[in-house]
């Protein structure tokens, strides 16, 4: 089993950026897909950007796409997000999840992942 725990949440204006970062313990991260997904007040949780095992395949929502990086490091165990252009509907908790039975795509559905972070803030002001 792995755990999850994201940092590097805060506030930020519009047009800045943020980078998060996932860290995993118990199990290598390189046993897992893993992806990020967000929360808005109110809002069901969605799939924001996703990374197959190997680091070799990356798949975006398209309100992220062209502005948000998903990487990983398998050495250091962690995983990131690089956020830049934020816009105000960027706002919500940032989670970190990770999928031990995808191998051959990169899955967008909250179901998919059988392990969660705790999330991190991200507030994006005007």
């Known amino acids: 089993q792995v755990q999850l725990v994201e940092s590097g949440g805060g506030l930020v204006q519009a047009g800045g950026s943020l980078r998060l970062s996932c860290a995993a313990s118990g199990r290598t991260i390189g046993s897992y897909a893993m992806g990020w997904f967000r929360q808005a007040p109110g809002k069901e949780r969605e799939f924001v950007a996703g990374?197959?095992?190997?680091?070799?395949?990356?798949v975006y929502a398209d309100s992220v796409k062209g502005r948000f990086t998903i990487s990983r490091d398998n050495s250091k165990n962690t995983v990131y997000l690089q956020m830049n252009s934020l816009k105000p509907e960027d706002t919500a908790v940032y989670y970190c999840a990770a999928d031990r039975t995808s191998y051959s795509k990169v899955m967008e559905t909250t179901r998919a992942y059988e392990y969660w972070g705790q999330g991190t803030q991200v507030t994006v002001s005007s």
């Open positions: 990374i197959k095992r190997s680091g070799g395949t990356t």
